[in-house]
Every structure is written in C-alpha cells, then in structure tokens.
T-cell receptor, first 117, second 118 residues
C-alpha cells in the first residue's frame, strides 16, 4: 500500500529537548516536504527536498533542520524546541515534473501533533 | 505576496444547499498546477483534484465540480447538494517552477472551514 509514515503521531516535550520526527515513503518519490499547520494560518512549508542530498528552505524554516540521505526518508529535526513550535506537522511526498516542481498528487502522512511545554 | 488566497475563512450551509469555495492564485509561471485538498475532522489530508495550467476545461466528479479560469486566476470548487460529510477544511494549492526549477514548491491557501448542518 502506498503510504507516507510519520512517527511519532503525538508527542509532548519540554523546551530545549532535541527531538526528531521521522518520515518515510514507499512510493519512490523524488519530492518530499514538511508542513506545519496552525489555526488561521493554514499549511506552511518548512523544508522541502527535490531528491537525495538536495534540500531547501520553505517559508518557515527557522528552528528546524532536515536531511535527505536516502530517497525514502526525510526526518525533521528540532534541535532546541520552543513553545512556538507547538503545531501539527505533516510530511508529504510526490513525483516531480520534467525539470522540477510538484506535478502529481501530494501524498500526506497522518500528521504528528507536537506540544512543546 | 500571498500566492494562494482563499478569502472565505468559514462557511456554514444547511444540508442540500450548493456551496462554492473560492480560490485565487498568483504566479508568473506559464506552466503550473493547481490542487484542492480536503481535511475532514479526523485530520488527514485528502487529495481531491489536480489541474494543469493548460487545461481550462471544467471538471465534474459526482457532486463536486471545479471551475478553472486563467483570465481571473481562479480555481473555484463547488459542492452541489451538500451533505454533513462534506464538513471539513478545504485547501487550494499552487505548484510552480515546473520547468524553471525556480521556487519549485507547493503553496497552500489558508483553508476554508465548511460546516454543513443537518
């Protein structure tokens, strides 16, 4: 079954304690991305990756890191989480167009709800 | 500048009413893709439709229809005879940089919360 898997689904942590949210897809997609969803702000892109070892900042990258060492995995790292990073996080993957850009359906994980105290 | 504008934030209708969700986008690319996603109360994001910039034909899928007009940079979504199960947040999204490689990301609008009352 084609899917994007995120873990953990729910996490409560404290300020400053490093955490990683994992994301894995089984569709051999080149494009992967992280979004955060906050009330009234919709989905905002944190980081995206067009392929292995290629990552780029989205609209709200501050406080986050990513890596793309393998095609299937795209972990989101919060080195020193702060309360303003309390949010619902989505990982997504897709095919890309002839050169770049998302042209296909974006497949989303189920979301990871993070609370930073 | 906001690239995808969903000016309506919340809409409430009574079951069986028709409802249109508006989406206006901004891009300098000639090749781009537009999407609609649904987020029901359970939280997952569900793909509804994809449309490329060269295909202005309207599309109908059951009670759902989409009206793409390049002249007004709009990609509106209409639900006919709404049902309670249509209650969700609906997102419009724009994908650019298909051939240029520049700014190749998917930008979402802020979403429209649709409530369908019995």
């Amino acid at each position: 079954e084609a899917q994007v898997t995120q873990n953990p689904r729910y996490l409560i942590t404290v300020t400053g304690k490093k955490l990683t949210v994992t994301c894995s897809q089984n569709m051999n997609h080149e494009y992967m991305s992280w979004y955060r969803q906050d009330p009234g702000l919709g989905l905002r892109q944190i980081y995206y990756s067009m392929n292995v070892e290629v990552t780029d900042k989205g609209d709200v990258p501050e406080g986050y890191k990513v890596s793309r060492k393998e095609k299937r995995n795209f972990p989101l790292i919060l080195e020193s989480p702060s309360p303003n990073q309390t949010s619902l996080y989505f990982c997504a993957s897709s095919n890309i167009g002839p050169v770049s850009g998302v042209t296909g359906e974006l497949f989303f994980g189920e979301g990871s709800r993070l609370t930073v105290l | 500048a906001q690239k995808v504008t969903q000016a309506q934030t919340e809409i409430s209708v009574v079951e069986k009413e028709d409802v249109t969700l508006d989406c206006v986008y901004e891009t300098r690319d000639t090749t781009y893709y537009l999407f609609w996603y649904k987020q029901p109360p359970s939280g997952e994001l569900v793909f509804l439709i994809r449309r490329n910039s060269f295909d202005e034909q309207n599309e109908i899928s059951g009670r759902y229809s989409w009206n793409f007009q390049k002249s007004t940079s709009s990609f509106n979504f209409t639900i006919t005879a709404s049902q309670v199960v249509d209650s969700a947040v609906y997102f419009c999204a724009l994908s650019e940089g298909i051939y240029t490689g520049a700014n190749s990301k998917l930008t979402f609008g802020k979403g429209i919360t649709l409530s369908v009352r019995p």
